[in-house]
């Protein structure tokens, strides 16, 4: 059992503060914001992640977790220090390190002789030299730093945490890194102890390459659609590939979230300061931005204008089984809408609370998504939420104006849902032949029409 200090009781140290309490260890969550910690002595958890509330209270229940808003407090008595803060986007897309520098300055001043600094906030190239160099700079006692990067994915965090695909751990000093990997003990899995450098950019290849494979599979998404092909199968026939995998080769919306844009961003802010040319990265970047673009385009392929059209959003947060709404796909999109003379009417299961403040006044926020379809003229499938796979055609059918599903997560089967007497476009699901010869021929049109509207202004087919 070792003593812990979690620095920054965000997302990351949250997470691992209660899981590592779970270990066996003594947690102690430090954060400077006091209403945070006020509310997590009352057992208010800041955010959703499934499982997370109630671990917090069984690990607190049992005396193994407390939370604290002082560094004099939490910090003497532990022998590894987690630092777990935020490094958001600065101005130029680099990582703000901002937080980092002013928790070193914090903990080192009243660090423990031979207590470990571990870096688990992902954090540019370097960092780690960084920290040590600053540490030193508040204390005379001898301390270590390791860097320990996060993996842990939201919405399944706890589970992440308890089997990780692996461990690394980058230091100067060995003995250090193997004190930390014991902190894990029972946890089986591959480990890396690597030197600090590698092991933080071990972090940043691992995000940036996991998007890469999404919008990769993106722009052959956007192939599909034109030559005929469905995505979602050209998919499954990569992944049975071991070489390739099946995971992450979902087309869609894009990809978003806390992490994926700043760590991408970051990643080619550091490429270019140091003098390579992150000609991929851009791509990959640019094909993630387009996606939202390419699905209103879709809109405008079934509807023609998309002025005082009112357009149904199902789902609001990055992901399923998150409130997190950081750089979300259907946020962005919802901008998107507007920008068009769209109205918006909205629903997710648990992210609306935080959606209110970001979206526009007029945008309203609906108990179902039966209540969200009422009335509109297409309804957009933004975030692939279980519920969203079974949505009763039948009763969504008769609720919405006119009968198009614009799904932006390939949550639905197209066969049944056209059966269902919907237009229906997902993201790269072609039926066979090529888009040309699956769209209706333009009938004489309406003045405000173009001609590759599918349906008209009331509606119906032409
Ligand atoms: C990610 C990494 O997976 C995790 O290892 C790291 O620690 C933090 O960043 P997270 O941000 O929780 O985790 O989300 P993730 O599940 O990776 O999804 C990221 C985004 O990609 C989401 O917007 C998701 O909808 C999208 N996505 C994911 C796709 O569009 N297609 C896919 O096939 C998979």
Redesign the pocket.
């Known amino acids: 059992m070792s003593r812990i200090c979690v620095v920054g009781a965000g997302y990351v140290g949250l997470v691992t503060g209660a899981c590592l309490a779970e270990l066996g260890h003594d947690v102690v969550c430090l954060d400077i914001d006091h209403e945070k910690i006020a509310a997590l002595r009352a057992g208010r958890v800041p955010f959703y992640e499934p499982g997370l509330a109630e671990l917090l209270d069984t690990m607190r229940s049992r005396g193994r977790i407390a939370f604290s808003d002082r560094y004099d407090e939490a910090v003497p008595s532990a022998a590894f220090v987690f630092i777990t803060v935020n490094t958001p986007t600065g101005a130029e897309g680099q990582a703000d390190l901002e937080a980092v520098r002013n928790a070193v300055r914090d903990l080192a001043a009243v660090l423990s002789p031979h207590a470990v600094i571990v870096n688990k906030s992902?954090v540019p190239i370097g960092t780690g030299d960084l920290v040590e160099y600053l540490a030193r700079r508040y204390t005379s006692v001898p301390f270590s730093v390791v860097s320990n990067?996060?993996?842990?994915?939201?919405?399944?965090?706890i589970a992440?945490f308890r089997s990780p695909d692996r461990i690394v751990l980058g230091s100067r000093n060995r003995a250090a890194a193997e004190a930390v990997l014991a902190l894990y003990e029972p946890v089986r899995c591959p480990v890396l102890i690597t030197d600090i450098r590698t092991a933080e950019m071990i972090?940043y290849a691992?995000?940036a390459f996991?998007?890469t494979?999404?919008s990769f599979?993106?722009e052959i998404a956007a192939i599909c659609e034109r030559l005929g092909a469905d995505v979602t199968e050209v998919a499954r026939g990569m992944g049975f590939d071991h070489r390739i995998g099946a995971?992450?080769?979902?087309?869609?919306?894009?990809?978003?979230?806390?992490?994926?844009p700043k760590?991408v961003r970051a990643l080619i802010h550091m490429a270019a300061t140091s003098g390579t040319h992150p000609q991929l990265l851009r791509a990959v970047l640019e094909i993630n931005r387009d996606q939202r673009l390419a699905l209103v385009q879709k809109l405008h392929t079934a509807l023609g204008s998309l002025e005082d059209r009112t357009i149904a959003v199902l789902g609001l947060s990055?992901?399923?089984n998150?409130d997190?709404l950081r750089n979300?796909?259907a946020i962005e999109l919802i901008d998107l809408l507007y920008y068009e003379g769209c109205q918006v009417r909205a629903y997710d299961p648990v992210a609306m609370p935080r959606a209110r403040p970001l979206l526009p006044a007029s945008a309203r926020l609906c108990a179902t998504p039966y209540e969200a379809v009422a009335g509109a003229d297409a309804v957009v499938i933004a975030?692939?939420w279980q519920e969203f796979r079974e949505l009763d055609l039948a009763r969504l059918r008769a609720a919405l104006r006119v009968p198009v599903i614009i799904d932006g997560?390939n949550c639905l089967d197209p066969a049944a849902t056209r059966a269902a007497g919907f237009v229906y476009l997902g993201v790269g699901r072609g039926s066979g032949q090529p888009l040309a010869a699956t769209l209706p021929r333009a009938e004489p049109r309406e003045a405000d029409e173009p001609d590759t509207a599918i349906l008209g202004r009331d509606g119906w087919t032409r």
């Open positions: 992902t990067p996060e993996f842990l994915r939201e919405g399944s965090a992440d972090k691992s995000n996991l998007a494979r999404i599979i993106n995971e992450f080769l979902e087309a869609g919306l894009g990809w978003g979230g806390s992490c994926f760590d990055f992901k399923p998150t997190d979300s796909p975030t692939a997560r």
